[in-house]
């Protein structure tokens, strides 16, 4: 609970006084990403970034996840769709592991199953690109 009233009081003040955010969506998912501890050092990291943004500027593309979100997101890396689903996967898992179970329950809580313990690629991306859109960046 007191994680959460910070995580609020920390929205409020990047927010500033008139309750509009300056920050691009860039900025706010660099800032999403590092709270749910996905370092920037990981290789999926860039394809993990750039797929949350495809999502935000597109919504359709969350409903062709394998089909068309992870082509375009191989081609601007010069991978293959397969490559950059693992990739993004390995990223997710190791912040998973390593995150602020906090954090991850603000964020997350709707979304994770029981069995499964963390939310899919798609959960994770399509939540992360809804925020951006809505304006409910923490």
């Known amino acids: 609970?007191?994680?959460v009233k910070m995580l609020?009081?920390?929205s409020l003040y990047r927010?500033?006084?008139g309750g509009v955010n300056e920050q691009t969506y860039e900025?706010?998912?660099?800032?999403?990403?590092?709270e749910l501890s996905v370092s920037k050092r990981?290789?999926?990291y860039p394809m993990l970034r750039r797929a949350v943004l495809l999502v935000a500027e597109r919504p359709a593309l969350i409903g062709a996840v394998t089909k068309e979100l992870y082509p375009l997101v191989a081609a601007e890396f010069g991978m293959v769709p397969h490559q950059v689903e693992g990739a993004i996967r390995r990223a997710l898992v190791s912040a998973w592991e390593k995150g602020d179970t906090m954090v991850q329950k603000v964020y997350f809580d709707?979304?994770?199953s029981a069995k499964r313990g963390r939310p899919t690629n798609a959960e994770f991306i399509a939540d992360l690109a809804?925020?951006?859109r809505s304006g409910r960046v923490f």
């Open 1 to 3: 609970v007191m994680r």
């Open 8 to 10: 609020i009081k920390l």
């Open 15 to 17: 927010r500033g006084a």
């Open 27 to 34: 900025q706010q998912l660099d800032r999403m990403l590092a």
């Open 42 to 44: 990981l290789f999926g």
């Open 110 to 112: 709707h979304t994770i």
């Open 130 to 132: 809804e925020r951006l």
